[in-house]
């Protein structure tokens, strides 16, 4: 079974640009939840998504949004970027029906912001 | 706010030796406490979780400890592999929650 696949692994965009990022969860899982990891502020979580609604949401500002497809692949887009966006971005899918427990992470994004 | 925090940012260890991380967590409603081990380059892998009506539970050469009293947890890894190194991060969503808050994470680094 494939596992959780991100695309792109990594890009480089300058401020005031968008982004978006996609992610194709394990076959089969409905949910899938998106974080953001850097350095300084370890795992944040952005939002999570199941059957096309999004039922959390993190503390981050109306920049970061996303969506999920009839398929259960998803995007996150990611408008007027700033320098600390630079990040990795981690897409992660549960074959629960909520996404605690294990949950299946992809390789990431490495958005890196000029 | 709640917090899951690591008790050291890095622990260096010899080939063969026993590791302990170590985690607190704020929040006594969390119910639901899991360890992942993330690799260079790659996503958090999911090692093993434990349910707060557990104080121990075991699987292949790690072992996870909980003492809810102190808010505490713990990740034992026996006779350390260099495979092993990576960072670790404990988790835990908070009470009234699903969705895991993850500690800072400890870097293991074990020595040849």
């Known amino acids: 079974k494939a596992g959780v696949t991100q695309t792109p692994r990594y890009l480089i965009k300058t401020r005031g640009q968008q982004v978006t990022l996609s992610c194709s969860p394990i076959s089969g899982h409905r949910s899938v939840s998106w974080y953001q990891q850097t350095p300084g502020q370890g795992l944040q979580f952005l939002f999570e998504y199941f059957s096309e609604t999004q039922r959390n949401k993190g503390n981050f500002p109306g920049r970061f949004s996303g969506r999920q497809f009839s398929n259960s692949r998803s995007e996150m887009n990611v408008s007027t970027l700033e320098l600390g966006d630079s990040a990795l971005y981690l897409c992660?899918?549960?074959?629960?029906?909520?996404?605690?427990?294990?949950?299946?992470f992809g390789e990431g994004s490495r958005l890196t912001v000029l | 706010g709640e917090s899951v925090g690591l008790h050291l940012p890095t622990l260096s260890v010899q080939e063969g030796d026993n590791s302990i991380i170590n985690c607190a967590y704020s929040?006594?409603?969390?119910?639901?406490f899991i360890w992942y081990k993330q690799e260079s380059g790659k996503g958090p892998q999911f090692i093993i979780d434990i349910r707060s009506n557990m104080d121990k539970r075991q699987g292949q050469r790690v072992t996870v400890l909980l003492n809810k009293t102190v808010k505490h947890l713990s990740l034992q890894i026996a006779a350390t592999q260099p495979g092993d190194s990576a960072v670790y991060f404990c988790a835990a969503p908070p009470g009234g929650s699903y969705i895991p808050t993850f500690g800072r994470g400890t870097s293991l680094i074990v020595h040849p």
């Open positions: 929040n006594s409603a969390s119910d639901y």
């Open positions: 992660a899918s549960s074959d629960r029906d909520r996404a605690s427990g294990e949950l299946f």
